[in-house]
């Protein structure tokens, strides 16, 4: 299994979809795509689901449940900080992870970057 983080909050859902969507279409191997989060929505998360398929698995993980939520102060705004925190809450999962930001689209199947 390879592994993808991403920050996103309600606000940024288009183009957190645009993103997902582009992802699920162009890529050919395994991933799990952890979205760093302030606290989706019920509705939120089910929309975001529904780009799962056989080897695209999306997973959440609420900031505000964790010791980084309050770390971050400064200049910008917090998910801007919350990217720095995807190694460390991958420690347990893999040996990398590659961050990606939720406005990217995916052009074509970045399986080899790992």
């Known amino acids: 299994m390879k592994y993808i983080t991403t920050v996103a909050t309600e606000n940024y859902g288009d ?7 582009s992802f699920s279409e162009k890529v050919k191997d395994e991933f799990t795509i952890i979205t760093i989060n302030n606290g989706f929505s019920d509705d939120f998360k089910k929309e975001i689901k529904k780009y799962e398929n056989d080897i695209l698995n999306i997973d959440f993980y609420h900031i505000k449940n964790s010791k980084y939520h309050d770390l971050f102060r400064g200049f910008f705004s917090r998910p801007v900080y919350w990217r720095l925190v995807s190694a460390d809450i991958t420690k347990d999962l893999t040996d990398k992870v590659l961050y990606i930001d939720a406005d990217v689209i995916i052009r074509s199947d970045i399986s080899d970057i790992f």
Request: proline fraction near 0%; include cysteine.
């Open 15 to 21: 183009y957190l979809f645009c993103f997902l969507k």
